[in-house]
């Protein structure tokens, strides 16, 4: 059965500096891997996926993530923070059945 | 451009009661899915169409859930004898079928208190 895992419920970082979200998935066949942002009381918003090619894939907001197969991880990753970045992130997978799992979502706080 | 929209944006309703959701998608995307979220929780899985037909459905959908898309566009999603267990976010996404790789668009939810 396919799974995410965000083992980070929190993260801290100041603005301008790099952030980093982690996820890991595990699936049968080969995945299909999304990030999405949730602000308060707003549905969730694409920022990227991944589904086959270049390990770096770069989104929207100066986003990108790292497909590593050999750690079944795909962390979100932006080189310098802001304050209006702070959200509820998820990571989510698919690997060819129906429904798309997510994970638990990593609150992010960019502090000035 | 006008992403997928949800009405009512809250709910609030007292145990027992049935309570209807419904979900317009983005014009053109032929699919639409269904999920729940709970507080401190990714989105849950319910269940999807395409077009009209309803291809899946989750365990978590008990008999009390009802979806439909009857003419392929918008959707409804019925919650009938509502527990205070139903409180949740419900959310609804659309997408343009192209296999599993497609992107799911989220319209705002709807956040349903069952007191």
């Known amino acids: 059965a396919q799974s995410v895992a965000q083992p980070e419920d929190q993260v801290n970082v100041a603005e301008g500096n790099p952030l980093t979200v982690k996820c890991t998935y595990s699936v049968s066949g080969n995945p299909y891997l999304f990030w999405y942002v949730q602000y308060p009381n707003r549905g969730l918003q694409f920022l990227l996926k991944?589904?086959?090619?270049?390990?770096l894939v770069k989104g929207s907001y100066g986003f990108e993530a790292e497909f590593n197969k050999s750690q079944t991880s795909f962390h979100l990753k932006k080189p310098s923070a802001l304050v209006s970045d702070s959200a509820l992130y998820f990571c989510a997978v698919r690997d060819g059945r129906d429904d798309m799992r997510f994970g638990a979502g990593t609150r992010l706080t960019v502090k000035p | 451009d006008t992403g997928v929209s949800q009405n009512p944006r809250h709910k609030i309703t007292k145990r027992g009661q049935n309570v209807t959701f419904r979900c317009d998608p983005i014009?053109?995307?032929?699919?639409l899915y269904w999920y729940r979220q709970t507080l401190g929780q990714g989105p849950e899985f319910l269940t999807y169409f395409q077009n009209e037909a309803q291809l899946e459905k989750s365990r978590l959908l008990s008999d009390r859930f009802s979806a439909e898309r009857p003419k392929g566009s918008f959707s409804t999603l019925e919650i009938q004898r509502t527990e205070q267990g139903d409180s949740a976010m419900y959310l609804c996404a659309s997408s343009l079928a192209s296999g599993y790789q497609e992107t799911q668009y989220f319209g705002p939810g709807t956040r349903l208190l069952v007191l």
């Open positions: 991944y589904i086959t090619g270049d390990n």
């Open positions: 014009s053109e995307h032929n699919r």
